[in-house]
């Protein structure tokens, strides 16, 4: 089964610093796909990154850098240069491909950001 | 081009009531999913469709929920009877086909709706 862990309910940074929200992760898939979303008290799920199993470089995508280690199962999303418009709930992802399996979008805890100005 | 368009955004009913949502994925999407968020938790998918056919429902409340995609585009979710632990958001999602060997096919990443907000009372 799938399974991700977010260990962080809360995390605070100053305006201007980077973040790491963690993200771990368990599958049996043979190949899988880690997404994070980030959801502003708005409601809406936006979607930040992704990053596939076999990539062999991390996932960057303007501010958002995806620090994937495969073998910690791990899959840490980094915010550089904070803004207050980052603060959110932040989702990690995971979606995996296996013969005869769905394909579904499972979802960790979230981690809730705060941007202090 | 259009996004995930779902309705009502939100809905107040008394505990026994039924309620329906609705969603039109966006347009070429073959998986629809639906997911239950309550408050301070993380989305929980109820049922996902790849066309008109159902992939996995294996967390769907059967007794109480129901969901159906008949022609393979648009699709509603009822719940007869309400309780009030059915209290959430309710997030539609759709996507491509996920195929994470090829990057060409693009990320399978899904595309939400706002949300149904349910209060049940």
């Known amino acids: 089964a799938q399974k991700i862990t977010q260990t962080q309910p809360g995390m605070f940074v100053q305006e201007k610093e980077a973040v790491t929200l963690d993200c771990t992760y368990d599958t049996s898939d043979p190949s899988y796909g880690l997404f994070w979303y980030k959801q502003p008290s708005s409601g809406e799920m936006i979607f930040l990154i992704y990053?596939?199993?076999?990539?062999?470089q991390n996932a960057t995508e303007g501010r958002y850098s995806l620090n994937f280690q495969k073998a910690r199962k791990s899959a840490n999303l980094v915010i550089s240069a904070s803004q207050l418009g980052d603060s959110a709930m932040y989702f990690c992802a995971m979606r995996g491909r296996r013969l005869g399996g769905s394909e579904k979008l499972v979802f960790g805890k979230g981690t809730k950001l705060t941007v202090n100005p | 081009e259009a996004g995930v368009a779902q309705s009502p955004r939100y809905k107040i009913i008394e505990k026994r009531q039924s309620v329906a949502f609705w969603c039109n994925p966006i347009?070429?999407?073959?998986?629809l999913y639906w997911y239950q968020q309550i408050l301070g938790q993380g989305p929980k998918l109820l049922i996902q469709?790849?066309?008109?056919?159902?992939?996995?429902d294996s967390q769907l409340p059967k007794d109480r929920f129901s969901a159906e995609r008949l022609k393979g585009v648009d699709s509603t979710l009822k719940i007869q009877p309400a309780k009030l632990e059915d209290s959430a958001v309710y997030l539609c999602a759709s996507s491509l086909v996920f195929r994470p060997l090829n990057r060409g096919a693009g990320t399978g990443e899904l595309f939400f709706g706002e949300g149904s907000r349910l209060t049940v009372l």
């Open positions: 347009s070429g999407h073959a998986t």
């Open positions: 469709f790849q066309n008109n056919g159902v992939v996995d």
């Open positions: 990053q596939g199993s076999y990539d062999q």
